[in-house]
């Protein structure tokens, strides 16, 4: 069971989370990872859509959700846990990826009578370098409201932001307004100013005794063979599936493979 939750946090827990759903049956949340959005998570959650109800989120300060100053793993399930009360959701199906993945474990462990089953993409339990200063420093210094065309934009990312693939990525967070003028949809700011905590590992003192999948992508080193104590502690149930042929972003990588697993998994 949860700890109690002081007045302050019962506040920041009732941001309402920009979201889509496709399908019917047993409920199926999915949470995308940092940098990311619902978006990502479409075409693999419409064909997931064909056996549960699938609730694509965007995380706080990402996609279509509300900013806020508050940006940490615990603030994030509250959210979570707000949008699970709000649909009137019982035992839910989670699946998260990267940040999401931690979102996703950070829930199960605080409130394990509300996942059945938990679906972990390429992210463990355990404090992570902090690889992504780079990245956004790149885009906190851009200003993209002095450019006229996307390409501009990709271009100017490029000295900072070597390959390709991330930089498109990257590109999907930025939207234009009425006028024309670009803008980052992401909030980048309190991303940077949180960055520390988001890169920080799931406390020890809870464990979640339910059927957990870990998914690993095979050319990925986002989990490594030291990592399964970690994730057995916390997660006894737990067994990690390597995904071939498929880095960091497993689900895009090998859509095929992925999809059999996680629905052969739920089904189990």
């Keep these: 069971m949860p700890d109690a939750i002081t007045e302050e946090n019962q506040e920041k827990s009732q941001m309402r989370l920009n979201y889509e759903t496709y399908g019917e049956g047993h409920p199926l949340v999915i949470l995308h990872g940092l940098f990311g959005s619902l978006e990502n998570w479409r075409t693999i959650g419409k064909e997931l859509g064909r056996h549960y109800r699938v609730f694509a989120l965007d995380l706080r300060n990402h996609g279509k959700s509300p900013h806020a100053d508050d940006f940490d793993y615990a603030t994030m399930a509250e959210d979570l846990h707000a949008f699970v009360e709000e649909q009137s959701l019982s035992r839910i199906f989670l699946l998260g990826h990267s940040m999401g993945g931690k979102v996703a474990m950070q829930f199960s462990v605080t409130w394990p009578e509300l996942v059945e089953k938990l679906v972990v993409v390429d992210m463990s339990p355990k404090e992570y370098n902090p690889q992504h200063r780079e990245i956004l420093e790149a885009m906190l210094s851009l200003h993209p409201e002095r450019f006229t065309e996307r390409k501009e934009v990709d271009h100017a990312l490029s000295s900072a932001i070597k390959d390709s693939a991330t930089r498109l990525f990257l590109l999907k967070n930025l939207v234009a307004d009425e006028r024309g003028r670009f803008a980052w949809r992401l909030n980048l700011k309190a991303i940077a100013r949180n960055y520390g905590d988001l890169v920080k590992g799931i406390p020890a003192g809870r464990a979640f005794d339910g ?58």
Aim: avoid cysteine.
């Design 211 to 268: 059927p957990t999948l870990f998914m690993k992508g095979e050319n990925s080193n986002y989990i490594r063979q030291e990592d399964v104590s970690r994730i057995k502690h916390l997660f006894p149930a737990a067994y990690v599936v390597s995904v071939p042929d498929a880095g960091h972003w497993v689900h895009a990588e090998n859509p095929t493979f992925f999809l059999s697993s996680v629905i052969a998994f739920l089904h189990s």
